[in-house]
């Protein structure tokens, strides 16, 4: 657990700005605070430096074509950054069953969605706009087809990136690795404000404390292969030892 008070105070004294044991006067506290914060909106468009995956449900509305995607949005969560995925269950059932609807289409995919009025019963994909305008932070999620009950609860897995600093005393419960990352790369955002010049050591544990976490954060996904390239698909075999 640490507050940002803590994680700016260790970044100056990487800098020599303060030395062991000093506090920093609180207007460069506030400053050392927004830097802080840029630091983690810079971050959270980094789909590496994303620890979380949350899981949020909504009410799917009959013959609704799209719904909103941010805090206070109508699912509510903060606004993705990266596409997600998506399923869906029928309310009534007992226990839920989920129905993928698999990640959401490319901006190419859903422009040559021809029909995109059209309505079925259920949803088979769906896509996701980041959308962002400046009185809503929200994205657009369409649902194709759209679907003509209201007999469904949509699921929504969404990328959740680091919540960003409301104050120097807000303490936050940070992943592993994470604490060092942000204190080493605040250093370095700060370094050009103090006219104090970025040492490679200084460099170099920044880029190490991001790698660490990165490399924390990869997640496997399963391989699929088309069925001409399995055997007994469509075609002969490929066999990759004798490129035959």
Do not use: C
């Amino acid at each position: 657990m640490a507050d940002a008070r803590n994680i700016v105070t260790w970044a100056l004294q990487d800098l020599g700005v303060l030395a062991a044991g000093e506090i920093a006067v609180a207007a460069d506290a506030l400053d050392a605070l927004s830097a802080l914060n840029n630091v983690i909106d810079q971050l959270a468009a980094e789909r590496l430096a994303i620890h979380r995956l949350t899981r949020t449900t909504w009410t799917i509305a009959a013959s609704t074509a799209s719904y909103t995607v941010g805090t206070g949005g109508t699912i509510n969560v903060a606004r993705p950054v990266f596409p997600l995925r998506a399923s869906y269950f029928v309310t009534a059932d007992d226990p839920d069953t989920e129905i993928s609807l698999g990640e959401s289409l490319t901006p190419d995919e859903w422009m040559r969605i021809p029909q995109k009025a059209a309505e079925a019963a259920a949803p088979t994909r769906f896509y996701y706009e980041p959308t962002m305008t400046a009185t809503a932070g929200t994205g657009t999620l369409y649902l194709w087809p759209i679907p003509n009950v209201a007999t469904l609860t949509g699921v929504l897995y969404a990328p959740q990136q680091v919540a960003e600093f409301t104050g120097l005393s807000t303490a936050v419960l940070l992943p592993p690795g994470y604490r060092r990352m942000l204190t080493k790369n605040l250093a370095v955002e700060l370094g050009p404000s103090y006219g104090v010049p970025i040492s490679a050591d200084l460099r170099a544990q920044a880029d190490d404390a991001t790698r660490v976490v990165k490399r924390s954060n990869v997640r496997l996904n399963e391989v699929t292969f088309e069925g001409i390239f399995q055997a007994g698909g469509a075609g002969a075999a490929y066999q990759i030892e004798t490129d035959q």
